[in-house]
């Protein structure tokens, strides 16, 4: 665990801007950005959704470039699925069009990489602008 936390995912623009104080407990769901996901052209209209800061981001595809995807950072997500357009159901909302992201129950996410999120952001702001590649 202290191994994999020592590899650290730089945060890229396009990233999402807003609050830095809005996850105040451990949410229910998080945002999973799947295999849908072509980064937009490097305009994402989902980051525009997001009110927290730096929790959505943009990951370069080194084999691929300029294209990459978008990214969320487990820690500050607050699972609000703003970023979505998958509303409950089965209503319509904003975000992304592309059925690139899930709302995935918590649970099952730390199950299935052998971790526990912390239930607010262990990091202090400042150091918000990279993420340990366990939380991503
Ligand atoms: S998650 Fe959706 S809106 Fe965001 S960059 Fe990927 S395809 Fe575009
Ligand atoms: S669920 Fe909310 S906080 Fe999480 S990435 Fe989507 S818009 Fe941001």
Redesign the pocket.
């Known amino acids: 665990m202290g191994l994999e936390l020592s590899v650290v995912i730089g945060k890229l623009e396009p990233m ?1 801007h807003g609050r830095t104080d809005l996850r105040k407990k451990k949410p229910k769901q ?2 999973v950005i799947n295999d849908n996901c072509t980064g937009c052209a490097g305009s994402p209209v989902c980051v525009a ?4 800061e730096a ?2 981001f943009w990951v370069p595809d080194p084999d691929h470039e300029p294209f990459g995807r978008i990214e ?1 950072d487990k820690a500050t ?8 357009s998958k509303g409950p159901d089965g209503t319509f909302l904003d975000g992304c069009p592309w059925d690139a992201i899930d709302m995935v129950a918590v649970e099952e996410w730390e199950g299935g990489r052998g971790i526990e999120l912390p239930s607010v952001p262990d990091r202090p702001v400042s150091e918000w602008n990279s993420v340990p590649s366990v939380y991503v």
Do not use: D, H, Q, R
């Not at 959704?49 to 927290?52: R, S």
């Not at 997500?77 to 979505?84: H, L, R, S, V, W």
């Open positions: 999402s998080l945002a959704y997001c009110p927290v929790c959505m969320v997500c607050i699972g609000c699925a703003k970023c979505t």
